[in-house]
């Protein structure tokens, strides 16, 4: 079955690049989403790029995927203090008999110190 | 733009009762998405409707039911309460069976006593 794994915390400085990454286990065609969840609010969607793409970019943040490894990543460029949150990887896989559930990861938390 | 609409934000029930739960998917979208995400956790899939028909299920519990209406919008329906049902409840929308990028709204907080 589809699973997806995130490392659990990530820690820099106001002004740094974050690189936080994924790893997914489905082996079709999928969407791969990135989600930031702020305390105690809902899931706002960042960016999402399909397994046949290697990169994509969005003003900040950078999103990178190795097919061959099924490892994503997500870099935020000059990261500051309203970055601080749970960063979720999701994937939705494609094809027949898919019906678009998203899988999460477990979340890593951001923390950007001044 | 408009957004997922859940009603309610908060609510607070007594174990054994009964719950419902509210969303209103983005204009024109046909699919709906349920989700639990328990404190510290990430969000699960529980159920999907679209057009008004469910087209899946994942690891909802038999006490939860849930449907689709004809103005799009979905109701989860939640009976005989436990403690461990507290959690933030989420829909979540998007066009077409298979899917497409699914938009959320701002999560039901239920907290079981």
């Known amino acids: 079955g589809e699973d997806v794994e995130q490392s659990l915390f990530l820690s820099v400085r106001e002004g740094d690049s974050s690189v936080i990454n994924c790893t997914y286990t489905d082996s079709s065609s999928t969407y791969l989403y990135w989600y930031k969840q702020e305390p105690g609010a809902g899931l706002q969607l960042l960016t999402y790029?399909?397994?046949?793409?290697d990169m994509k970019q969005d003003q900040r943040l950078t999103v990178l995927l190795n097919k061959k490894d099924k490892h994503l990543s997500l870099r935020i460029a000059d990261t500051q203090t309203g970055d601080s949150a749970i960063y979720f990887c999701a994937e939705r896989p494609y094809g027949s008999g898919n019906t678009g559930k998203l899988i999460f990861g477990q979340g890593t938390t951001l923390q950007v110190k001044p | 733009a408009a957004g997922v609409i859940q009603s309610p934000r908060h609510l607070i029930k007594e174990k054994r009762e009964t719950a419902t739960l509210k969303c209103y998917p983005i204009?024109?979208?046909?699919?709906v998405y349920w989700y639990q995400q328990g404190p510290g956790q990430d969000p699960q899939f529980l159920i999907s409707f679209y057009e008004k028909m469910q087209s899946d299920k994942g690891s909802i519990p038999d006490r939860f039911s849930a449907q689709q209406f004809s103005d799009y919008h979905s109701e989860l329906n939640m009976s005989s309460l436990e403690l461990g049902d507290s959690a933030l409840y989420f829909c979540a929308s998007s066009t077409g069976l298979a899917g497409g990028t699914q938009y959320f709204g701002p999560g039901t907080r239920l907290t079981v006593l």
């Open positions: 204009p024109r979208h046909d699919t």
């Open positions: 790029i399909f397994s046949n793409m």
